[in-house]
């Protein structure tokens, strides 16, 4: 037998053999039975082959992962968490912000504020902002809900948002006229702060609601105070009270 006749013979017993595999396949799906084909196979071997998961990666390259980790944790601490409402204070009759709580105990807090001055003898409204420190050495506890920060002391920067104020004196003015700009004031003060320290049960959405009080001054004012000793010394302070919320 040549090689042509037996590719002939092997050809025509493969197709005797179709129908018969197919009618074969065909009444054991219909008895139930499962039937193994090319294909199933094929998916069961990809099915079988080991999937690499996040913490076998992680086991891979620690390094990667510790590295991601930081950098998720920095940009954690970048959103705020502190939302205060204050009123008065030297930087606006109402001003509103965010503000950033870190330290052992939350000891340092970081403020950004915008204020409003309302229109007065004819002058038109004013937007500021503010830059604002505070520090508390001490926290009391009081029961296990409360807790009292018998001082804190404050330091910031303020800016009234209008052209009408000037960071850099104008020509118009004799060189040295003035010292300070009239655009911006730096700010210190003192105070004490009392919070309530919501029972995790009953947390929604923050975790600490705090009342202060503040007493500051500016520069301007200190310059003036140091100059004459006329100027009394109550009119050189502003006070403030206030209320955050602490997420």
């Known amino acids: 037998m040549n090689v042509r006749a037996l590719i002939f013979n092997l050809t025509a017993a493969a197709f005797m053999l179709c129908p018969a595999v197919a009618k074969a396949q065909a009444s054991a799906k219909a008895s139930g039975l499962s039937v193994t084909t090319p294909e199933t196979v094929d998916s069961l071997t990809a099915s079988s082959t080991p999937m690499a998961t996040d913490k076998q990666e992680a086991d891979d390259n620690p390094a990667y992962t510790e590295r991601m980790q930081k950098r998720q944790n920095f940009f954690l601490k970048l959103i705020p968490e502190v939302l205060t409402l204050q009123y008065a204070g030297g930087i606006g009759m109402l001003s509103s912000g965010v503000g950033w709580a870190y330290g052992p105990s939350d000891n340092w807090q970081t403020d950004l504020l ?49 052209n009408e104020f000037w960071s850099k004196q104008p020509t118009r003015y004799p060189s040295g006229y003035y010292i300070f700009p009239s655009k911006i004031r730096l700010r210190i003060g003192i105070g004490q702060r009392i919070s309530f320290n919501i029972p995790r049960p009953r947390r929604h ?40 919320y602490t997420i």
């Not at 500016?218 to 140091?226: F, S, T, V």
């Open 114 to 162: 915008i204020g409003f001055i309302p229109n007065r003898y004819y002058h038109p409204n004013y937007w500021t902002l503010t830059l604002r420190e505070l520090y508390s050495p001490w926290r009391i506890h009081i029961g296990s809900d409360w807790s009292v920060r018998p001082v804190f002391f404050s330091l910031g920067i303020n800016s009234i948002l209008h």
């Open 205 to 244: 959405l923050g975790r600490k609601i705090s009342l202060y009080w503040e007493l500051s001054t500016c520069d301007l004012y200190i310059r003036q105070k140091i100059k004459s000793s006329a100027v009394p010394f109550h009119s050189i302070l502003s006070l403030a009270i206030g209320a955050s």
